[in-house]
């Protein structure tokens, strides 16, 4: 019997086209809350920003670390590494726009100086960690701050 193919929604024109079919949550294992409060004032600091991929190459001698190249909206580069690898080729991520905490200090990985952090959503389905790397509307510019 073959398999019928994922139904998709109506694409409306420039946006990805989205599948209509549910996931199976039921084992799926999210990490509990932090029960700590962080301030307002400490939350503020922290400074989210769309990126959009302009280049995302392998980290030489390291299997977890990809070097991404993104316009911060700035007019310079930004470098970011992140050890998501495992979880997905390069070439999957080129052009797309990405959510980066750019204000924290640089970080030397690999001889590499990476300066942000790109955000993900983690979680176990059984034994296996899924990683899906946050990713937004391509309409949204490089640069934009995140509220």
């Not at 991929?53 to 390291?62: G, I, N, Q, R, T």
């Not at 909206?73 to 991520?93: D, N």
Request: hydrophobic share 40%; with cysteine.
């Amino acid at each position: 019997m073959s398999e019928k193919p994922a139904e998709t929604a109506p694409s409306i024109e420039g946006a990805p086209i989205i599948s209509a079919e549910k996931p199976d949550f039921s084992n799926v294992q999210i990490e509990p809350l932090f029960e700590d409060f962080v301030d307002f004032e400490t939350f503020s600091k922290s400074d989210f920003r769309a990126v959009k991929v302009l280049a995302c190459e392998a980290v030489p001698k390291s299997k977890k670390l990809l070097k991404f190249t993104l316009d911060d909206g700035t007019g310079t580069e930004r470098t970011i590494l992140s050890g998501i690898h495992a979880f997905y080729e390069p070439e999957q991520l080129v052009g797309k726009t990405l959510i980066a905490i750019t204000n924290l200090p640089p970080r030397a990985m690999m001889g590499i100086e990476s300066c942000g952090m790109l955000l993900s959503a983690v979680h176990k389905e059984g034994d296996e960690e899924k990683l899906h790397l946050l990713q937004v509307d391509p309409h949204i510019p490089a640069g934009a701050k995140l509220y």
